[in-house]
């Protein structure tokens, strides 16, 4: 029966996961191939289910009354950088059960449906990722050698970050994304690749260089890459490859974004109550730093005399830390007394502490 599911294989973990999202149409008898720019290609198929019976040899033999549904002609384009499926096509004709070629200057060419087709196993909807079977050998080699007739391919075409928090200059490191290399191996390409660097023109995207040496015909290679933003705001940067492919430079776009930290107080407000004129008064604070990355604290200041304080100032407080300040109210006349507290720091804004006293003649 066709369906509309598709999963990704990775042999390094030999394991099976779903797409992010399912084909747009059902299929059963599909066709796919992998493309240049690391897509995967699915044309055709049927909508309903694809029969068929075994000889004595075992083959199984599809004929066109085996298939129920109709076929399609329909087709779509899975991107392995979003896990996602997009139409594309249509065919001139419907096909179920074709083949499906990658030809010389790049376009996709395909077999007309078989009114007999002999096949060792019946044919499933098609994997939406490409999957290497052959190992990576690396070597120590960082200079390309005379020019492969091999073109090396990569996924996906941009990789995004999530945004992480900036304080002054100092950002989170994100979590690693990957970027995968393949050098294909088929009747016409079948040579390794040498692979000279792997860089990156801005400094807050740091790629590794585990793949910077020789890639075996048929094998994939993972590049791991952080984002360390080093300001607020969005940032873009590009991943360069360099290596004696067919393409010797291949450029990925990376792309983030810096978002400034927040200071946490509490209590948001004071009331030291009563107290004697000439006689001081004191609460705690506490100045809260909730953020991955250590906050700088600068100047703090009161708009009103009678309040003062101590602590905390032109001083970092370190990732998840806090800091204790003591608040004093001395009062030097009798009545209602108020102050805002202001406390410079790094983060996105300077927060205030609204204080309020009363002095009081004798008790």
Partial sequence: SSIATAEIYDPAANHFTATAGPMTVSRAGASGVLLSNGDVLIVGGASGTIG?????????????????????????????????????GPLVEERALSNVILVQHGTVSGSPTPTATATATASASPSATPTATATQTVTPT?????TAAAELFFAPKVVNFPPQIVLGTQGNTSKPRTLKLFNPKNRKQNVSIDIASITSDDPEFKPSDSCVGTLAAGASCPVSITFTPDAAGKRTGHLDV??????????????????????????????????????????????VNDNPVPMGIGTISSSNAQFTWSGCANSPIAAKGTCPMTLMFTPSSKGRQAATLTIDNDGKKNPTVRLIGVGIVGR
């Avoid at 960082?142 to 005379?146: L, R």
């Avoid at 004696?244 to 030291?272: D, E, Y």
Wanted: net charge negative.
């Fill in 52 to 88: 068929g019976a075994s000889d004595t040899a075992g083959l199984l033999l599809v004929f066109d009354s085996d298939v129920h549904g109709g076929m399609l002609n329909s087709g779509e384009l899975f991107d392995p950088g979003s896990g996602t499926f997009s139409p594309a």
């Fill in 142 to 146: 960082a200079t390309p050698t005379a």
């Fill in 242 to 287: 360099t290596s004696n492919a067919t393409n010797p430079s291949i450029s990925v776009t990376l792309r983030g974004s810096g978002t400034p930290g927040v200071l946490t107080i509490k209590p948001k407000s004071v009331n030291f109550g009563r107290s004697p004129v000439g006689t001081p008064v004191t609460e705690p604070l506490t100045l």
